[in-house]
Each structure stands twice: as C-alpha cells, then as structure tokens.
C-alpha cells in the first residue's frame, strides 16, 4: 500500500511540475492552473451549508404554518409550535434549530416521540 501511494503522489507532483512549465510557457498572462481553487472550494462548501441552513429553516416555517391551523386553540401543542415559529428569526444555523426544537418540547413538557409526530 505504502509503495502504491508513493508511486501516485511521485506520479502526481511530475504532472504538476508538467502543467506549470507548460503554463509558464504558453500561458503566463493567464492565472496559474489550480491557483485559489481550494478557497474556491471552501466558498462553494460554506455557500452550500447555507444554502442548506436557509432551506431547513424555511421547510420548518413552512411546516408549521401548515400544523398550526390543524391543532385546537390552547393546546400544549399549538402552544408548542407558536413558540418555536416565534424564534425562528433569531436562529442562524441547524444547530440552533434542533436545540430550539427540543428544549422548548421539553418546556412544554413533549417527549421527543410527541414533538415528531407534531412535525410530521
């Protein structure tokens, strides 16, 4: 195994030496090969996290718009949803979210099997 990798990084850093010499060569007014591609890869994992951090905040306001009205007037568990709809402004990741999620059944007294079958 240890011969293997050792042959593939040897193999690795001889084509990177080939792509910059050729670069330098033929192409040195343009921006060097491979140049802030792990920032640009970075960006685009922060970028999608977000993405995905809006787009679970919005299915869950979206979620409990749609259980809201189903629930009666006054029960823990409309209580429960008013009170995690209210908070949601103020969460910034899915983290936070979770926590919110779980410490306010908790508050309001619902099991973990309770507050799934709210959110269903």
């Avoid at 011969?3 to 792509?19: E, M, P, Q, S």
């Avoid at 899915?94 to 507050?115: H, M, R, Y």
Wanted: avoid cysteine; charge should be positive; charged fraction near 25%.
């Amino acid at each position: 195994m240890f011969h293997r990798n050792r042959f593939v990084l040897t193999y690795r850093n001889k084509l990177g030496g080939l792509i910059a010499r050729l670069h330098g060569e033929y192409f040195s007014d343009e921006p060097a090969p491979f140049s802030g591609m792990p920032n640009t890869v970075i960006n685009q994992t922060q970028q999608q996290s977000q993405n995905f951090q809006v787009q679970m905040l919005l299915e869950m306001q979206s979620k409990i718009d749609e259980k809201i009205p189903e629930l009666k007037e006054g029960t823990k568990e409309k209580s429960f949803l008013d009170k995690i709809k209210s908070s949601l402004p103020s969460i910034k990741n899915t983290t936070e979210l979770v926590s919110l999620v779980l410490k306010t059944g908790k508050d309001f007294g619902l099991t973990v099997e309770q507050i799934l079958n709210i959110l269903k």
